[in-house]
């Protein structure tokens, strides 16, 4: 079976603090990708990153970097200095094949940036 | 990035009736498309995969008779909750994956902007 856990429910920092985001994942395939999703009030969904299970380099784009350790089943989500704009719903989701290539969402961590 | 919209972005209906929510892949065409509902403060939960020309293919515990859904042109899906009622209120968010030449299972899948559908 196929799951994403996000264990965090809700996170709550003060501007320029660093956060991280957990998500774990469950799956029997080899071949599977990972996402990331940034969910605003407004409600669309925002890609923020996809990662192939054959790479396991991490990622830094700007303020966020990834970290994938598939000997933990983890993909894990680090916004550095955040900002009051980073608070968002962030969703960590997974597609296998095995899974008919259905998306599976974790259940969400809402971040609170203060100023 | 490809486009998917979806129209509308909200709309208030009474109980009884029935509504209808529009996902369009603007600049790309989409043999798959998915729908999902997502209660307030919880995760998006897949209501079924909709396929271009064929039956839509629905999760577990989703009333087809209910959420109708068609998928008509490789640009167009519909879902029509038919007999609304308040617990059916709920955001639902479309996504649509590309498809044809130099697509995989992989592709990223596009996301609409979300409809937000209350029942009074």
């Known amino acids: 079976a196929q799951k994403v856990t996000q264990a965090q429910t809700e996170i709550s920092v003060v501007e320029k603090e660093d956060v991280t985001l957990d998500c774990v994942y469950e799956?029997?395939?080899?071949?599977?990708?990972l996402f990331w999703y940034k969910q605003p009030p407004s409600g669309e969904l925002v890609f923020l990153i996809r990662r192939n299970s054959f790479d396991e380099q991490n990622e830094i784009s700007g303020r966020y970097s990834w970290n994938f350790q598939k000997s933990t089943s983890s993909f894990n989500f680090t916004i550095t200095a955040s900002q009051v704009v980073d608070s968002a719903v962030y969703f960590c989701a997974l597609r296998a094949m095995t899974g008919g290539f259905k998306t599976i969402f974790g259940a969400g961590t809402r971040l609170f940036v203060k100023a | 990035g490809a486009v998917v919209s979806q129209h509308p972005s909200w709309v208030i209906c009474k109980s009884g009736t029935s509504v209808k929510i529009e996902c369009r892949s603007l600049d790309f065409q989409a043999t798959t498309m998915f729908w999902y509902r997502q209660f307030p403060k919880q995760s998006l939960m897949l209501m079924a995969t909709?396929?271009?020309?064929?039956?839509?293919?629905?999760e577990q515990g989703v009333e087809k008779d209910k959420f109708l859904i068609n998928h008509a042109s490789l640009t167009l899906s519909t879902l029509t909750v038919t007999s609304a009622h308040p617990e059916d209120s709920s955001f639902y968010i479309c996504s649509a994956r590309l498809t044809g030449q130099g697509a995989r299972w992989n592709t990223e899948a596009f996301f609409g902007q979300g409809t937000r559908l209350t029942v009074v």
């Open positions: 799956t029997r395939d080899t071949t599977y990708y």
């Open positions: 909709s396929n271009e020309g064929s039956k839509a293919t629905y």
